[in-house]
């Protein structure tokens, strides 16, 4: 008998999960990024890209197969995924992995839910096809990580380890919610492969189309699943053959044991990093810090220069350019400005330090930031490069006009293990991302069912409770505009 492939293992790993189920603290863990992203889902409707990815989706038309959070009108569950996972990546407010640097939950939620809701799947059933495709997502984003580079090569070629692995466990996670055996699971991961892709320039000059990413990544998972229950196959050397995945990425520069070692035992989903901040991960010390500073005192009119000390690597995302990062013209650059994030802890925010109010187009190009913002300088620093990439550590040195050095050394990141969030504290990021668009009463539903998800008989009764938002307008077809266009 052959030695299986390594999508082989994957395979096998998926068959068994959905056989025998969960330990508890992956179960558990689970269940709370299902309540994120449904959080991050209902309050990424404040963006025009939120609209547009809606408006697109709705325009398709199809059969009603699956809940878009916040739209009455149900859709495909292929359209259904790409619509919540733009929504669910859009605020970069959801979950990341480290070292891998890769935000799975955003695409493997809503390709699972999507699939659930169509496929008439419990929540059990549910749960457990989410936390494998996480697994999955994160095992083939760890196959990418470099021990002695100290990075992700992924990220080294530019690529978006999030959306193209991302697209690999939302695979998994939609075959196993469809039925799929073994077989059924490699070649959905064969398909998905031909369809996975990504990269990562906007996070350094501008646009948003990163927030497309964790959609199209969900999408190419539900859609592989469902054209392997049609009768087509993949590759069973998808990712390590000759011409497969990682020679294909990443040049055949990859780490076989990322995947199969302690495959089915050691979990990774429980250690996946939630945000406490709307903003790139790389910025989140530079917060802290800044609410440190405040703690201590420090007022805008004291601070003379900041320098934030931050590992090599990410100085590109959220230092470089400099005069760009000191003066975003827009919410979503702020998220991704090291000076901006410094500024905004500095001045203090809401949420659990800074919430999403803090990040908009008139703070971004508000006299009293731009002009704290232009102080900030932002370096390497060693001891962060040392830590980099398990952290994203940052060493903010502030002068005051009076002549004091006030240091701040934020090593490790709010929302990982060592800094967990509560489950207090997570109810009130889902509190805040949903506050005037759904009830108190609706809220306190939806958490209490997600709370209880594996005893839910179907999906779509947890959703509904999301699917008509207030305070939102609601999303028409884009209506033709010529007679030619309306044939």
Not at 255 to 268: D, H, Q, S, V
Not at 290 to 317: E, K, N, Q, W
Not at 338 to 352: E, K, T
Not at 459 to 471: F, K
Request: with cysteine.
């Amino acid at each position: 008998m052959s030695e299986p492939t390594l999508g082989g293992h994957l395979a096998a790993f998926a068959a068994d999960v959905a056989r025998d189920g969960l330990p508890d603290e992956v179960a558990a863990s689970t269940r709370q990024r299902v309540l994120d992203v449904l959080g991050l889902c209902v309050a990424a409707h404040r963006l025009d890209t939120s609209a547009a990815i809606i408006g697109h989706v709705l325009d398709q038309g199809g059969h009603e197969q699956a809940t878009i959070v916040g739209s009455p009108q149900r859709v495909t569950a292929a359209q259904a995924a790409l619509a919540n996972g733009v929504l669910a990546h859009s605020l970069d407010y959801d979950d990341t992995h480290l070292p891998s640097v890769l935000h799975p939950s955003a695409s493997v939620v809503p390709a699972a839910l999507a699939a659930a809701e169509h496929a008439g799947a419990d929540g059990a059933q549910t749960v457990r096809a989410v936390a494998v495709g996480l697994e999955v997502a994160v095992r083939l984003g760890m196959a990418g990580y470099d021990q002695e580079l100290g990075n992700s090569v992924f990220f080294e070629h530019g690529q978006h380890a999030t959306s193209i692995t991302g697209a690999m466990g939302s695979a998994v996670a939609a075959s196993l919610l469809y039925g799929a055996d073994e077989k059924g699971v490699l070649d959905a991961l064969g398909l998905t492969a031909s369809m996975a892709s990504g990269i990562i320039e906007a996070n350094r000059t501008g646009g948003t189309v990163k927030r497309l990413h964790c959609g199209l990544a969900a999408q190419a998972g539900v859609t592989a699943a469902q054209l392997v229950r049609r009768g087509f196959t993949g590759p069973p050397t998808v990712l390590e053959g000759r011409f497969g995945f990682f020679e294909a990425w990443l040049h055949g520069r990859f780490f076989p044991e990322a995947i199969t070692e302690g495959l089915g035992k050691t979990w990774a989903v429980p250690d996946i990093f939630f945000k406490p901040y709307p903003a790139n991960h790389f910025t989140h010390t530079s917060v802290d810090a800044g609410l440190a500073l405040r703690a201590r005192g420090v007022r805008p009119d004291d601070v003379a220069s900041i320098v934030i000390g931050a590992p090599t690597a990410v100085i590109r995302t959220i230092g470089a350019p400099l005069e760009t990062k000191r003066a975003p013209e827009t919410g979503y650059q702020a998220q991704f400005s090291g000076p901006y994030a410094v500024v905004a802890g500095l001045l203090g925010g809401g949420g659990l330090g800074t919430g999403l109010d803090d990040y908009t187009d008139a703070l971004a190009q508000d006299p009293v930031r731009r002009a704290l913002m232009a102080k900030v300088d932002v370096v390497p620093d060693e001891r962060c490069d040392a830590i980099y990439p398990h952290q994203f550590p940052a060493v903010v040195t502030l002068h005051t006009t009076s002549g004091e050095v006030l240091v701040e050394e934020v090593l490790t990141n709010r929302g990982g293990p060592q800094r967990p969030l509560t489950d207090d504290e997570l109810a009130q990021k889902f509190r805040d991302n949903v506050a005037g668009r759904v009830s108190d009463v609706d809220a306190d539903a939806v958490r209490r069912d997600i709370h209880a998800l594996e005893t839910c008989p179907r999906v779509d009764d947890v959703l509904s409770r999301l699917s008509t938002l207030t305070g939102t307008t609601p999303v028409d077809p884009i209506t033709p505009t010529t007679e030619e266009e309306s044939a």
